[in-house]
Structures are given as structure tokens and as C-alpha cells.
């Protein structure tokens, strides 16, 4: 069992940075594949980034270039550094945990979830 605690939303301004942060529950974090998805109001919940437990990295082709996932396997911690913010990265963010490998960017795939951040762009 793994719980996830998100944390690091808020407000900012078009072009601004925010970093989000995962804390994991459970002593098996290192072996899990962790993801990060969000959900924008009205939009179904979509794939934003992804890392293997070798911290082999995934990205949606709308934030490469521009967010950054991370791991840290010893704090059991997974992070979501998000640089050159757009409007349309609006939504809530979430953190999610599966102990498989394909899938990464599938919702399906990801067995544990965390409640939640909000994080809202604007110009």
C-alpha cells in the first residue's frame, strides 16, 4: 500500500515557475514506476510526466522542454519542477504510483493516487 501527499500548487503568472512535491508512503517507493497527471476543469485527466524507478524519464510533448521530473529514492519523494508556465498548464495536479512499467503515460495503469494540488496560470 502507498499513500501520496501533494504538495507546492498555487497561483502564478504566465512564464513563472512552481515545483511540486510527492511524498510517498511505504518502503518500497524505489521500485515503483511514479507519475504525474492533471486535470483541468471539464477536461479529462491527462498525462503530464512520468519516471521508472532507474529514473528513466516521460514526458507529454505539451511540457517537454519546460517541466522536470525527479526522484528521490531514499526521502521518498518524487518532484515535478515546472518552468515557463502557460494558461493552459492550469488544473489540478496529481501524483500517482504503479508498480508496473508500461503504461506510463496510460491512467489505467496506476493503481495508488494522491488527493491532489491546484496550480492556476494566468496573463
Known amino acids: 500500500q502507498v499513500q501520496l501527499v501533494e504538495s507546492g500548487g498555487g497561483l502564478m503568472q504566465y512564464g513563472g515557475s512552481l515545483r511540486l512535491s510527492c511524498a510517498a508512503s511505504g518502503r518500497t517507493f524505489s521500485s515503483y514506476t511514479m507519475g504525474w497527471f492533471r486535470q483541468a476543469p471539464g477536461k479529462e485527466r491527462e498525462f503530464v510526466a512520468g519516471?521508472?524507478?532507474?529514473?528513466?524519464?516521460f514526458y507529454a510533448d505539451s511540457v517537454k522542454g519546460r517541466f522536470t521530473i525527479s526522484r528521490d529514492n531514499a526521502k521518498s519523494w518524487v518532484y515535478l519542477q515546472m518552468d515557463s508556465l502557460k494558461p493552459d498548464d492550469t488544473g489540478v495536479y496529481y501524483c500517482?504510483?504503479?508498480?508496473?512499467?508500461?503504461?506510463?503515460?496510460?491512467?489505467?495503469?496506476?493503481?495508488?493516487w494522491g488527493q491532489g494540488t491546484q496550480v492556476t496560470v494566468f496573463s
Open positions: 519516471i521508472w524507478s532507474n529514473s528513466r524519464t
Open positions: 500517482a504510483a504503479t508498480t508496473g512499467l508500461s503504461g506510463v503515460s496510460d491512467v489505467s495503469s496506476y493503481e495508488y
